[in-house]
């Protein structure tokens, strides 16, 4: 049904950032915590107390803006959003509103519907987190909302997007795309459960070939990718059935209900607030020197987009495994060292992507805590090149080292391991094993050339995998057509 129509769809995301101290205070952000543990007379919103700007934030501001293709503003204003809740003290939140620091960006995304295509930012802005309300769920507390202010004043950003987006998998591409940036700038830390990236989604539909947009819904707070695209897929075909069947889509609030994957109306557009906005008298506004933007964008880490396309044109390496290995900070850095160490690209990410991710699934652990450090790959990978072991006895090695942390040196000499190259001795194993099986050979020199696998297989088993495979493959031809 929702084929008759055009979906659009613009995103606001709110990216909490990994600041120490909140955005006008000296309180810690850190989460959880005893109610109310992290407050002072500033975030507690008490008379007299006057806010100070943190400058870090206002770095990782200029820090996200550059990676997103902003322009930064060389002057920005605090504003006061004016609105009566019991989890904002002071009766306003202090936000950007008509000169916000970041404007006119735009990130490149994917989809296999859609193809490459460009999203536009409308502006990046700071402000200032409310506080929590925690909701009585015991026989004494029931009926009772308790205020907790830890997260009050805690700093964020607001993205808003233009209204670029065509389906849910767009803005799914989208959101993931900003939020590998933000991880990877290292201004948030991600963590969508504990509400350090969450969305509100703008959405609506129009027939196609209209001009205007239709009239929207505003999908408030939803933190998780699938929440965002059942809620989306869901507004579009509500959306959709009105239309059918004649009526009339009112612009409102809605929540997405995470139990049921529907939305339900929160706030109609007349029950909407009016913000009056002014700038905040308590806050000077914020300018930003050229100097300091060049100093930021020097200090910008290498972003994914770039890391993909240095690791396919100077690595040569599929634009899959460059895809895969640049996805996660770390990751990327872990491999760039083995890279530094061992110089063979190739093998590098077939290790990482290979052994070192399933071990890491295996324990459940990041490439952060890896217990094999990219020295310690590098140097196993040494032993390979030069012969010393195996590709299969790589990955006894490999194990080795991840239990005891030893180099693959210390591990061949110790166990032994080292590949038997010695031609007279793999020729007395393969002697061994053609007389231990003149079925066998028979059948191999009447011409069934599949049982040539099972001579390998039994060689490189009294090897105890030692044998060097290539020299096992001669030495067994020549012998069996001898
Ligand atoms: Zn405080």
Known sequence: MSSKYE?????EVHVQ?????KIFCGCSTAFGGEPNAHTCPVCLGLPGALPVLNKKAVEFAIRTGLATHCSIAPRSVFARKNYFYPDLPKGYQISQ???????????????EAGGAKRIGITRIHMEEDAGKLVHGDTADTAGSSFVDLNRACTPLLEVVSEPDMRSSDEAIAYLKKLHQIVVYLGVCDGNMEQGSFRCDANVSIRPWGQKEFGTRAELKNINSFRFIKQAIDYEVERQAEILEEGGRVVQETRLFDTTTGMTRSMRGKEEAHDYRYFPDPDLVPLVISEQWIDQVRQGLPELPEAKIERYVSEYGIPRY???????ERPVADYYDACVRLHGNAKACSNWVMGEVQRRLNEEGIGIDQCPVTPELLAGMLGRIDDNTISGKIAKTVFEEMWKSGDTADAIIEKKGLKQVTDT???????????????GQVEEYRGGKEKVFGFFVGQVMKASKGKANPAAVNELLKKKLQG
């Open 321 to 327: 495994d460059a895809e895969v290995l640049s996805a």
């Open 424 to 438: 007279g001795a793999i020729e007395q194993i393969i002697d061994e094993i053609l007389a231990a099986n003149p």
């Open 97 to 111: 509103f008509e000169l916000p620091v970041c404007e006119h960006g735009h990130l490149d995304i994917e989809t």
């Open 17 to 21: 950032l990994t600041t120490n101290t």
């Open 7 to 11: 979906v659009v769809i613009g995103l």
